[in-house]
């Protein structure tokens, strides 16, 4: 089995504080020290169980715990993944008429037959999606009657799956997305020691989707003059624009922690703006937000002008949606 051998790095790539001897984890900003060798194992053993080479993906996983401490979550997680991948390749390994259909199948043949002796798994996890998905739909029918609860379910599930692909895309594991009726929903991944600029990606990438949502909803409006596109449009904009707050778990705190003061400063400014010439109040709660995030303590020195671009670009679609469709807050 191949091992990973930890480079020496004398300052965080987070925050760039100074670093103890082959330290793991930064003890100011508790980033992981060598997340971007653990993105590329990742990455990489992704692509091998991808091609069916799955002991080969295993010794892979495992070469990345000398990268980490051996209690967290991500060790964990991979010594856990290792024995699955161990036993679904035996599995492959002891069914000739498998490795018949592997053979044919090529590339993809190891995994069809993982996946097949995955069957109740698989349907759990489809079913956990499924469920709570109909749970979300019920809920705001009975608030909002069909069409609109419908469409605005539809609008969350397209949020969520902004972040699923963007995940997948990067070869990460992630789940299908949990949705808490009355709540919203989330998307369960495993960062596996990925750079805080990935994070900050990943966080994005459910606003963008909800933007594009929104935006095709504005279109339809504008050209047949529906009601009903009109309040998705305003909604599906307004709440994406909430979860851009820079606080908690919103997506717009995951994103804004690795911009730097300056940064800050700007998407403060930028959000003054937007909230002066739209007169939309919540442009005013994301300004706030940015404005309390010039004030802790998880500030990197160097920060990401390409992540304060992309929340820019998001924040300023999401206020044109609203700009051009009637109504006001929320929209319904």
């Known amino acids: 089995m ?36 653990l993105t590329r194992v990742s990455r990489d ?91 979300f739909i019920a809920v705001y029918w009975a608030l909002w009657g069909a069409k609109f609860g419908i469409g605005f379910a539809v609008l969350i599930l397209l949020h969520e799956m902004g972040h699923f692909i963007d995940i997948k895309r990067r070869g990460l594991p992630a789940d299908m997305p949990v949705f808490l009726p009355g709540l919203g929903a989330y998307v369960r991944w495993r960062a596996l020691g990925v750079s805080a600029e990935t994070r900050a990606e990943v966080s994005l990438a459910g606003p963008l989707a909800g933007l594009l949502s929104a935006a095709g909803c504005a279109v339809i409006y504008l050209k047949t003059g529906g009601g009903l596109w009109a309040a998705l449009a305003r909604s599906g904009a307004w709440l ?10 919103l997506d717009g705190g995951q994103a804004a922690g690795i911009l730097s003061k300056m940064e800050r400063l700007i998407l403060l400014t930028g959000c003054l703006v937007l909230w002066l010439f739209l007169r939309e109040n919540i442009f005013f709660l994301v300004a706030l937000g940015a404005g309390w995030r010039l004030f802790t303590k998880d500030m990197p020195e160097t920060g990401s002008p390409r992540i304060l671009v992309y929340f820019l670009i998001v924040l300023t679609g999401l206020g044109l949606v609203m700009r051009f469709v009637p109504g006001e807050g929320f929209g319904r």
């Open 45 to 135: 053993a992704k692509f091998l169980e991808q091609q069916g080479q799955l002991l080969q993906a295993r010794d892979l996983w495992l070469s990345a715990l000398p990268l980490l401490p051996q209690n967290s979550s991500q060790a964990t997680w991979i010594r856990d993944h290792a024995r699955e991948l161990e036993q679904d390749a035996a599995r492959v390994q002891g069914h000739p008429q498998s490795q018949q259909w592997a053979r044919k199948l090529g590339p993809a043949g190891p995994i069809a037959v993982v996946l097949a002796k995955s069957k109740a798994l698989l349907a759990l996890l489809k079913l956990n999606f499924l469920f709570s998905l109909a749970g």
């Open 240 to 249: 994406n624009a909430m979860n851009l707050i820079p606080v908690w778990v």
């Open 2 to 37: 191949s091992t990973s051998t930890p480079q020496l790095i004398r300052n965080c790539p987070r925050c760039g504080q100074e670093l103890t001897l082959n330290a793991l984890v930064c003890g100011t900003c508790s980033a992981l020290v060598h997340s971007e060798q």
